[in-house]
């Protein structure tokens, strides 16, 4: 057997672990932040014609610049109240892929990437990928960013870009436009608002879409994987400067949007609102989880999120495990003390309380 380490592999990638949430069969898998709503049959039924009908034409290549879709998603990211034009959009598979193309053009070799950690695992390893190196950004004990701080920390590294995840992945911590704004002004680099779950957010905390006029370096990157709970469909986009989309166009593979995607997410654009309605359903769920943890002895990081950092445990791996012997999958996120619960379904709530209930005592 030949192992990894004998091959001329990249120096930077030696050692390194890949992505890799467990994927097990558990009855409760509330460890990668989907959402667990059926999706809605008239959905169902329109997703079914319109991939008949691009299935049509699957001879020919996609759409390359994906017009149609960009200017749904557009129209999407305009109801908030912020104006978003279709040349301000651009379409990948996941915002993973939004995120590597971002990188593979403001970063790459001799670049760093700076991002404020805990925080999304793949801001890294997308750095690794790409060749670009990364910086460890500070957060405060309870996880909030001290603007001041990490703009000096931004001036004095000098970043090309600057990750920030609002609300944060995995601790549900949602950043302050002014916090943004000020990171934004402490660089010359891209920065990069990594809002996979901003549909999620507790009332009061705006999208950083609201950030864009006048700010050509500023990128919100979003997610169809979370709040349409279509993590299957692979659909992520960036909202940004015209000039932001014309510069990932140099290194976006050609078609890298297949014909059969681009007509998934536009079906399912199509049904923004039964898709969304789900999504004050989850958030009950959230805070329903949140409100009963105090009972158990436990804690959280207040969640803008679909999902809770809940601690603390002595121990979190032996908790994580004690929970998955319950048939609850939940995530380590190697956070010393702090687990992660993907909020979903009451029975999911119900199930995971129960669980924690039987585990708690004996883990905190
Ligand atoms: N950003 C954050 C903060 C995430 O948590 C995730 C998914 N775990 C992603 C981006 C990537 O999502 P996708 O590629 O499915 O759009």
Redesign the pocket.
Known sequence: MTSIDQLPLRPELRGRTPYGAPQLQVAHRLN??ENPHPLPAELLADLGAALGHAALQLNRYPDRDAVALRADLAAYLSRGGERVAPAQVWAA???????QQLLQAFGGAGRTALGFTP??S?HPIISAGTGTAWVDGHRREDFTIDAAAAAAQVREVRPDVVFV?SP??PTGTAVALETIAELYEATDGVVVV?E??AEFARTGTPSALRLLPGRPRLVV?R????AFGM?GL???YLAADPAVVDAVQLVRLPYHLSSLTQAAARAALAHTDALLATVDAVKEQRDRIVAALPALGLTSVPSDANFVLFGRFADAPAAWKALLEHDVLVRDVGIPGWLRVTAGTPAETDAFLTALGEVAADHR
């Open positions: 990668t932040n598979n996941g915002s993973n892929e939004v995120l925080s999304y793949m995840t944060n992945n990594d996979a779950y990157s997610t169809m994987s979370k993590a692979r659909l992520g």
